[in-house]
C-alpha cells in the first residue's frame, strides 16, 4: 500500500489543522492505521492509532482530548484533526499503516508499521 500525508501547514497556537492521509490499493480496510510525528531533533514518536474498521482508537497522552483520528474505508483515507495547537507539536507528520491482526491490540511502536507515507509537515507558532 502506498500513502500520501498532506494537510500540514503553518497555524497559530490554539488553532486547529486536519490531517489526510490516502492510500492506494483495495485492502485498505485489512490495515489498522497510525500517525506518528517527528519534532526537529527528537526522535519519531507515536500520535494516534485507528484500527481497520475505525471501531477503537488509542492516542498519545500528549494528544489525547485534542486531537481525533479517524478513516473512511470507502474513500481509503484516514484523518487526523487536530484542535488546541501548541508550539509543542510542531513537526513532519507522517501516517502509517499495518495489516491487521483483527485482535483490537492497539499499535503503537514503529517497528509494527510496514508502510509509510512521505510526512507533511505541521507548525505552530506561539
Known amino acids: 500500500v502506498q500513502l500520501q500525508a498532506s494537510g500540514g501547514g503553518l497555524v497559530h497556537a490554539g488553532g486547529s489543522l486536519r490531517l489526510s492521509c490516502a492510500a492506494s490499493?483495495?485492502?485498505?480496510?485489512?490495515?489498522?492505521m497510525g500517525w506518528f510525528r517527528q519534532a526537529p531533533g527528537k526522535e519519531r514518536e507515536f500520535v494516534s492509532y485507528v484500527d481497520w474498521r475505525g471501531g477503537s482508537t488509542y492516542y498519545a497522552d500528549s494528544v489525547k482530548g485534542r486531537f481525533t483520528i479517524s478513516r473512511d474505508n470507502a474513500k481509503n483515507t484516514v484523518d487526523l484533526q487536530m484542535n488546541s495547537l501548541k508550539p509543542e507539536d510542531t513537526a513532519v507528520y507522517y501516517c502509517?499503516?499495518?495489516?491487521?491482526?483483527?485482535?483490537?491490540?492497539?499499535?503503537?511502536?514503529?517497528?509494527?508499521?510496514?508502510?509509510w507515507g512521505q510526512g507533511t509537515l505541521v507548525t505552530v507558532s506561539s
Open positions: 502509517a499503516a499495518t495489516r491487521t491482526y483483527y485482535s483490537g491490540t492497539y499499535r503503537t511502536q514503529e517497528y509494527e508499521y510496514d508502510y
Open positions: 490499493g483495495r485492502t485498505f480496510s485489512s490495515y489498522d
